[in-house]
T-cell receptor, first 112, second 112 residues
Framework: SQTIHQWPATLVQPVGSPLSLECTVE??????LYWYRQAAGRGLQLLFY??????ISSEVPQNLSASRPQDRQFILSSKKLLLSDSGFYLC???????????FGQGTRLTVV | LAKTTQPISMDSYEGQEVNITCSHN???????ITWYQQFPSQGPRFIIQ???TKVTNEVASLFIPADRKSSTLSLPRVSLSDTAVYYC?????????????FGQGTILTVHP
């Protein structure tokens, strides 16, 4: 069966520090991969998505970046965090052509 | 992707049937309608998907009129545990379907 792993679950980082969140998927090949952010009490904001290795589409211009070094690995990064980067980050995957997506458990990031 | 409009919030009581309507006036011929449920501090979870008429599963029913410009998610006899945010998504199920965008969703609160 397919599973998605996202870590860490919680993270507290100072302003200006770097960020690296990792997401891996097991049990499937060539998935579509997604990074979302959710501010408190708000909807999900699509940050990046990828339909293949090395293919990244950015939805929101900001100080975040994403990479897909392997088929089932998706990494969200920042060189210098801002206070506004605080939020709940979710990774997701789905089979290309399908509409059902599967989400990780999320990372609660607090920038202080 | 077709834009969707949902009520921001709804209130109900245990045991009642809840209907959440989503408007998607610009739905395309090959678009499917998908609903997700999200609990606090968790990722969204797929509930149901449909193309036209009515779809029913063990969790909910989805009603889609002939013009497909709206859809209604029906939750029978809700309980306190159905308190969550519900998202309506509209998009194509073809092989080119990569982007997956969530709107603000509907906050459903079920009262005792």
């Amino acid at each position: 069966s397919q599973t998605i792993h996202q870590w860490p679950a919680t993270l507290v980082q100072p302003v200006g520090s770097p960020l690296s969140l990792e997401c891996t998927v097991e049990g499937t090949s060539n998935p579509n991969l997604y990074w979302y952010r959710q501010a408190a009490g708000r909807g999900l904001q699509l940050l990046f998505y990828s339909v293949g290795i090395g293919q990244i589409s950015s939805e929101v211009p900001q100080n975040l970046s994403a990479s897909r070094p392997q088929d089932r690995q998706f990494i969200l990064s920042s060189k210098k965090l801002l206070l506004s980067d605080s939020g709940f980050y979710l990774c997701a995957w789905k089979v290309p052509g399908n509409t059902e997506a599967f989400f990780g458990q999320g990372t609660r990031l607090t920038v202080v | 992707l077709a834009k969707t409009t949902q009520p921001i919030s709804m209130d109900s009581y245990e045991g009642q049937e809840v209907n959440i309507t989503c408007s998607h006036n610009n739905i395309a011929t090959n678009d499917y309608i998908t609903w997700y449920q999200q609990f606090p501090s968790q990722g969204p979870r797929f509930i149901i998907q449909g193309y036209k008429t009515k779809v029913t599963n063990e969790v909910a029913s989805l009603f889609i009129p002939a013009d497909r410009k709206s859809s209604t998610l029906s939750l029978p006899r809700v309980s306190l545990s159905d308190t969550a945010v519900y998202y309506c998504l509209v998009g194509a199920g073809g092989t080119s379907y990569g982007k997956l965008t969530f709107g603000q969703g509907t906050i459903l609160t079920v009262h005792p």
